[in-house]
C-alpha cells in the first residue's frame, strides 16, 4: 500500500488562510449584486436615521454647531462591514441627503468600498456620517464615482458641539468624516475608499428613473417612507438661522 504524503501544518495553515480570505471575498460580494426592495431601503432610512439621532443623544461628543449651520450634504452609511483575513475589504450602502433653499432634500443611496493592506483579521461593522461643508464637496458627492483623499480632499472630522472652528475644524476638507462604534462617535480617515451612486436602489425607491442631481437639488418631493429621516436630519443638522 502506498503511504500519502504528509501535509506540513504550515502549508495546511497557508491552505486555510486561503479558503477563508476566499470565502471571506466571496461573502462580501454577494450585497453588491443583491437586488434591493423598497422594504428593504426603507429599513435603510430607519437605520440611518436611528445613527443621526446617536449623535443628538451625545452632545459633548457629537459633531460641532460650525459643521452643523454649514453642512450642505450628509451621508450615512449604517453599518459598513470590514472583513480581513491578511487582505482586507470593506464594504456599506448608505443614503445621502443635501441641503435646499427650501429644506434638506429627498434621499438617494450610495455604496461605499474599499481595501486595506497588511495582517489583520476578522469582520467588524461601524456606523459612518461624512458632511460635505462646502459647495465643492456637494458637487463630489453628485459625481457618479469618487475617492475620498483622491477626488475629494477630507479630513476626520473634529467633534464636541463647542468646538472652535477657527482652530480645530479643517474648514478647507470637502467632506468630514465620522465613525461611530460601541456607541462613541469620533473623526475616522476614509482615505482610499470610493463612493458611488447606487442608481439601481434610488430607481426601485423612485419607481422610476430620476438623476441624482435632481433628487438632491430638492426636484423630487420627499416620499412619506423618507421623511422620518429627513426630518431628523433637518432637526439635527440645524442651519445658521434656526
Known amino acids: 500500500m502506498t503511504a500519502q504524503p504528509e501535509i506540513s501544518p504550515r502549508r495546511e495553515e497557508q491552505s486555510m488562510k486561503k479558503t477563508i480570505a476566499l470565502l471571506c471575498a466571496l461573502a462580501c460580494t454577494v450585497p453588491v ?41 450628509v451621508a450615512v452609511v449604517p453599518s459598513l ?31 461605499m468600498a474599499g481595501g486595506s493592506y497588511g495582517f ?10 461624512l458632511v460635505a461643508t462646502n459647495q465643492h464637496g456637494m458637487q463630489d458627492l ?36 465620522y465613525s461611530r462604534s460601541k456607541g462613541v462617535f469620533a473623526g475616522i480617515s476614509l482615505d482610499g475608499t470610493s463612493v458611488s451612486q447606487n442608481q439601481a436602489d434610488t430607481d426601485t425607491y423612485y419607481g422610476g428613473y430620476h438623476s441624482f442631481k435632481q433628487i438632491l437639488s430638492g426636484e423630487i418631493p420627499v416620499p412619506a417612507g423618507a421623511q422620518p429621516f429627513v426630518r431628523t436630519v433637518a432637526k439635527y443638522f440645524h442651519s445658521a438661522q434656526d
Open 33 to 73: 449584486f443583491a437586488a434591493s426592495s423598497k422594504a428593504d431601503l426603507n429599513e435603510r432610512l430607519d437605520k440611518a436615521r436611528a445613527v443621526v439621532n446617536e449623535l443628538s443623544n451625545t452632545p459633548d461628543n457629537g459633531i460641532p454647531d460650525a459643521i452643523l449651520e454649514k453642512a450642505v450634504c
Open 120 to 129: 489583520q483579521i476578522g469582520v467588524s461593522g461601524t456606523d459612518l456620517v
Open 142 to 177: 453628485l459625481k457618479s464615482k469618487f475617492k475620498i483623499g483622491a477626488d475629494a480632499a477630507a479630513a476626520a472630522g473634529p467633534v464636541g458641539r463647542h468646538a472652535s472652528a477657527g482652530t480645530s475644524i479643517n474648514m478647507s476638507a470637502e467632506l468630514l468624516t
Open 81 to 111: 462591514k470590514k472583513a480581513a483575513f491578511g487582505i482586507g475589504g470593506q464594504y456599506g450602502q448608505g443614503v445621502v441627503t443635501c441641503r435646499t433653499g427650501h429644506g434638506w432634500s429627498a434621499p438617494v443611496f450610495i455604496r
